[in-house]
């Protein structure tokens, strides 16, 4: 079994900083690309950022030069530093591993964290 586990969330005001992390752990052979996914009452979920095995990285556009994604490949761990957060930032952040467990390739989500930008 694989689990991922999500931290960092909360609320925050207007031009603040959070940084989410989420942990892999479990049957992990290799993983291949991660991201983080945000969905907002009443919106589809939609890609924020993603990263690949070799670090390659993409953004939506709405995020570009505010949010940056990184991945630790040591110790399974995908993270996201968001600094100048917005009200329209305010959603469910999941994040979003594609990854080998010993037997196939498979996509796993995070429970999910909330992240409020709010005064």
């Known amino acids: 079994q694989v689990q991922l586990v999500e931290s960092g969330g909360g609320l925050v005001q207007p031009g603040g900083s959070l940084r989410l992390s989420c942990a892999a752990s479990g049957r992990i052979s290799r993983i291949n690309a991660t991201a983080w996914y945000r969905q907002a009452p009443g919106k589809q979920r939609e890609l924020v950022a993603s990263i690949t095995s070799e670090g390659n990285t993409n953004y939506v556009d709405s995020v570009k030069g505010r949010f940056t994604i990184s991945r630790d490949n040591a110790k399974n761990t995908v993270s996201l530093q968001m600094n100048s957060l917005k009200p329209d930032d305010t959603a469910v952040y999941y994040c979003?591993?594609?990854?080998?467990?010993?037997?196939?390739?498979?996509?796993?989500w995070g429970q999910g964290t909330q992240i409020t930008v709010s005064s």
């Open positions: 979003h591993v594609h990854l080998h467990n010993g037997g196939y390739w498979t996509y796993y």
